[in-house]
């Protein structure tokens, strides 16, 4: 019997410099297209974003931090994730098996419901159909299709080299996967190691080990370091963000002027 | 007929019935439910067998390990090189796009010839002989009226066969005027040529210092190679290094700093005078380093305590007393300190004065050549050409001085200077540059104060470019010779910028020429040979492959095999090994330049008067901002702070624009010495009152419609200034206003 993968990823914001290599890595990897202009961020399709944090102060005790983010691949209660819940025709699902949560282009129907209901606006709707100027289409991997005008789409994980990893172990005869055999584009790519990928379920995957998750609490970390987007809502995602500092932390929730901790900080 | 009550209904109920057995409406459904999920313009990538090219990528001198991965013959995916020396597997934004490049729009596919004006973007296509013969008829024409040193060559590189290849052209041909793009390697050469007597790069031990000092040096923003900085400041996260970061605007490196110092712009050597000032009183020099591989220190110590007193230092850098001197303590007192500048990237050189001050501080405490700290690092030697026969027409204009002056008198230790070049040849009527060949170059876009640039260009009588894309200095030359793109070529990559190191990489062709291009390499071993017998015996070899392979020698086999090749028996250099001045020390003051020679401020264009505030460029990332301008990839994740459509944002702290009721998103003119250009307003509390900031790598005129036309090229508004000791241009910006629109 194969056991239960929980992938999840774990982002160091000490060591994100903000480069944006993830960002190209996912879309080189994945055939997301473009535009030409595409400084709309709102239908700008960008799987994975980097965004700006500011803390907000003055010169000179103004701060900013680089926050990647890709899909959250929300576990909720029974893996509902918000997106899962709300999708009419079951083009995104949550899978128990491998923890992430899909997205099949041919069945959506692009009532963007989903994009609704994703807290994180992880999801991209593709308002007009891809075109790839002269040449370039011959750049397009065979292991992720283009997607249509009138659909959406979003982080997958880079599922299809989790398939291709496993179809080598069944080859192999094996059910279990090494750490290394399945990494997404952008934790591949990044040039400053900050993002680790792996099984938050195998003590033996660094992503486990660096988020310590409490599965009986929606994997809530024990890493005083450690947080998660919108942590009260409930939404338990499996992206963990690192950070040494405070005010970084508290970014990641809205909390009241009073709270002085953050959720994490309290689980220490 | 007329119509009753039961012929209605019976038309109506019939017509249902009619409607619902026939086939029509399902199959009408069933047609469109097809139709609407079959998208034929949607391209389908087709499979095929996965394989592997692993190369080395030359988009910046980082020069990273990559693999390419292919299906079939089409390349799909760039992917960093695992278990490479300088990247590990990483690979930075640039790089990951290089596809894009390769089967982009703004490729040159053939040779083209100029049809309008210049600039105008009308071509002929001709073929390869004819574009060859022109160059050579051209240049021919030049030699026989004795004019052969008026012929110029502008190289992106400074090393490797191509490079070498140009330059033995120059020399056979007649001509010393060959240049190289500059960038901040000259300035630190020529340091350790005026400080240390070596003729040698500076290469960085950064995986064993724990406390660096940098002035102003993006060390996440792509100073040196990106990615190997990228790994090294991770490092530091983890193992407790330091980094302390001094400049006036909060870039990436500065917020990811264990300390920000905002300084007055360009008084960074001011502080590194004030911090030497408290290593000497407080006795915190390295000792045995000062005593026994130093010169001059007794002078430049007097110098210093003299005339830089901290509570002085902080009234010019606007840096406390008390900040400079805990400053001064922490980086003495740390086990293996490091200072180091090369404003961003580091893709312009700087005053020497500054880099010379900030070298001394590595000097006084004992960070040269060990462990940790500065090494010099010898240029690669495997070039080892027979001397060039210099003939009858190559030797008169060999003894032409070059145009820029390097070497000369006032410059006797430069190597090459572009900013003077361009100068020099704007300030005379007749051009004396009469045909200019341009490869891997962009300096109509590169180069401070485009305008000048431009009207050199325009007075130059034949401009051929190598480029392999339509940059804007293809899109201004009389012939384009596309090369191969680096995917698509074999070519040695000697040396990584700022590494210790020494490494060659190699290109080599990941897929087939995709357009109908020629390797650079082989045109210039093709023009000698049109040239005539005083040319064409400098290049006995049949190609340029076939030059390449017998060059490398036994390297080659390793370089095809690993991809690299790395010194086995390299060794790190000691104290007294590499310092090659004749006094064999350290000098602090040294012999070279004039000896009262002392540290003037870079004095920036423009009076405050009239331009209250300070422009800065700032490097990112996300813009490449050399030769190779940003692909679509790259630029589709610039923020809409920093672009915005096609407007640029400039980056002022909310104070400063208070005082020009300016707010966010506001347009305004921003105006300095050299031109204006109408931007937006982006308030950003991380930069210093009264200086504004715009990034470098928009604003480009050539290239595809994703990136021409977007923002502003800040080249445009700054200008040069000519470093008194290199003759290089020191500028680091421009005194400027806002005004709103």
């Known amino acids: 019997m194969e056991h239960e993968k929980k992938y999840g990823m774990v982002i160091d914001l000490d060591k994100c410099t903000g480069c944006g290599a993830c960002m190209v890595a996912c879309m080189a990897e994945n055939n997301v297209p473009f535009k030409e202009d595409e400084s709309n961020k709102l239908d700008s399709i960008t799987w994975m974003r980097v965004y700006k944090l500011t803390n907000g102060k003055a010169f000179p005790e103004a701060d900013i931090c680089y926050i990647p983010r890709p899909c959250m691949h929300c576990e909720a209660d029974h893996g509902h994730s918000p997106c899962v819940s709300v999708c009419p025709v079951t083009a995104t699902d949550y899978s128990l098996r491998t923890g992430i949560v899909s997205q099949i282009y041919s069945r959506c129907i692009g009532c963007r419901y989903c994009m609704v209901a994703c807290p994180y606006h992880a999801r991209y709707f593709n308002w007009w159909d891809p075109v790839w100027p002269s040449d370039m289409e011959k750049y397009l991997s065979p292991d992720v299709s283009p997607r249509m005008r009138g659909v959406v789409e979003k982080c997958s994980f880079c599922f299809h080299r989790y398939q291709l990893a496993m179809d080598k172990a069944y080859l192999e005869k094996r059910r279990v996967l090494k750490e290394n055999e399945y990494q997404t584009a952008c934790a591949q790519a990044c040039p400053a190691d900050a993002i680790t990928f792996g099984d938050l379920n195998n003590p033996e995957h660094t992503v486990q080990q660096l988020v310590r998750p409490d599965r009986k609490h929606g994997g809530r970390t024990k890493n005083p370091r450690a947080f998660r987007l919108l942590e009260r809502l409930g939404t338990n995602p499996k992206i963990y963000y690192l950070s040494s500092r405070e005010w970084i932390r508290r970014a990641g929730d809205n909390y009241l002027k009073k709270e002085n901790k953050t959720l994490s900080g309290r689980s220490t | 007929m007329n119509i009753n009550r039961r012929s209605f209904l019976s038309f109506v109920i019939g017509g249902a019935a009619g409607t619902t057995l026939s086939p029509l409406p399902w199959k009408m459904q069933d047609d469109s439910a097809i139709w609407s999920q079959n998208w034929p313009w949607i391209p389908v990538p087709k499979i095929g067998e996965v394989n592997y090219t692993h190369s080395t990528c030359t988009l910046c001198p980082g020069h990273c390990g990559i693999t390419v991965r292919k299906i079939d013959d089409r390349a799909v995916k760039i992917e960093g090189m695992k278990g490479h020396p300088v990247n590990d597997g990483g690979i930075c934004i640039l790089g990951l796009s290089g596809l894009q490049l390769l089967y982009g729009p703004s490729r040159v596919k053939t040779p083209l010839r100029r049809e309008g004006k210049r600039g105008e973007g009308k ?261 080892d050409w027979p001397v060039v026969k210099i003939d009858k027409a190559a030797a008169k204009g060999l003894q032409q001085r070059r145009v820029d002056g390097a070497g000369d008198k006032k410059y006797p230790q430069s190597r090459s200077l572009l900013n003077r070049f361009f100068k020099m040849i704007h300030s005379k009527e007749i051009s004396p540059i009469q045909a200019l060949l341009v490869s891997d170059a962009n300096p109509l876009y590169t180069l401070p104060d485009s305008k000048v640039i431009k009207e050199v260009f325009d007075k130059i009588p034949f401009v051929a470019s190598f480029s392999s894309f339509m940059d804007e200095t293809a899109a201004n030359a009389d012939l384009i010779l596309p090369n191969h793109i680096y995917l698509e070529r074999y070519e040695d990559v000697p040396g990584v910028t700022g590494l210790q190191k020494p490494i060659v990489g190699l290109s080599r062709p990941a897929v087939k020429p995709q357009f109908n291009t020629k390797h650079v390499g082989d045109v210039i071993i093709g023009l000698a040979k049109q040239l005539g017998k005083g040319t064409a015996d400098a290049f006995a070899w049949e190609n340029y492959e076939n030059c390449l392979e017998q060059t490398m020698g036994k390297m080659w086999k390793t370089l095809i095999e690993a991809g690299f090749w790395t010194d086995p028996n390299f060794k790190a250099p000691k104290w007294d090994e590499i310092l090659g001045s004749p006094s064999g020390k350290f000098a602090f003051l040294n012999n070279n330049t004039p000896t009262d020679y ?136 421009i005194r400027a206003k806002l005004n709103k629109t």
């Open chain 2, 123 to 383: 071509w002929k296509k001709i073929s390869w002989d004819a574009a060859i013969s022109e160059i050579a008829y051209r240049l021919a024409d030049l030699r026989s009226k004795g004019q052969s040193h008026t012929l110029g060559f502008i190289s992106g590189s400074e090393q490797g066969t191509i490079t070498a290849l140009s330059e033995r052209f120059m020399t056979a041909y007649g001509s010393r005027n060959f240049l190289q793009t500059p960038s901040m390697d000259d300035s630190y050469a020529m340091v350790l040529n005026l400080m240390q007597g070596v003729d040698a790069l500076a290469g960085f031990d950064f995986e064993h210092t724990d406390f660096v000092l940098s002035f102003g040096s993006g060390i996440i923003e792509g100073w040196g190679s990106p990615v190997r900085m990228f790994r090294a400041n991770s490092r530091w996260r983890t193992t407790g290094g330091k980094v302390v970061q001094i400049e006036p605007r909060l870039s990436n490196t500065a917020a990811k700093s264990d300390k920000w110092i905002p300084i007055n712009p360009g008084t960074e050597a001011d502080l590194a005078f004030g911090l030497a000032h408290v290593i000497i009183k407080q006795s915190l020099y390295d000792k045995d380093f000062i005593d026994n591989y130093s010169s001059g220190f007794d002078h430049w110590k007097k110098r210093m305590l003299d005339e830089y007193r901290p509570d002085k230092v902080a009234k010019t850098t606007g840096i406390d007393n008390s900040t400079i001197i805990s400053l001064a303590r922490n980086f003495a007192r740390s086990s293996r300190p490091l200072a180091i500048c090369g404003r961003g990237q580091g893709k312009m050189p700087g005053s020497s004065g500054e880099f010379m001050a900030v070298h001394a501080l590595n000097a006084l405490v004992g960070s040269i050549n060990r462990k940790g700290g500065v090494w010099a690092v010898s240029r690669p030697g495997y070039i």
């Open chain 2, 598 to 733: 002392q540290y003037r401020p870079v004095k920036l264009e423009g009076e405050p008067a009239s331009f209250p505030l300070t422009l800065i460029p700032y490097d990112s990332m996300r813009l490449a901002n050399g030769f190779i301008g940003d692909p679509p990839f790259v630029i589709k994740t610039v923020e809409d702070t920093v672009l915005k459509k096609k407007d640029s944002f400039v980056e002022i702290n909310p104070k400063t624009a208070r005082a020009y009721s300016l707010s966010e998103g506001n347009y305004a003119t921003l105006t300095t010495p050299k031109g204006s250009a109408r931007v937006r307003i982006h308030m950003f509390d991380g930069i210093m009152p009264g200086t504004v900031a715009i990034p470098s790598g928009l604003g480009h005129t050539a290239y595809d419609k994703f990136l021409s036309g977007k923002g502003v090229n800040v080249n445009e508004l700054i200008g040069s200034v000519e470093d008194p000791v290199s003759g290089l241009n020191a500028v680091w910006g």
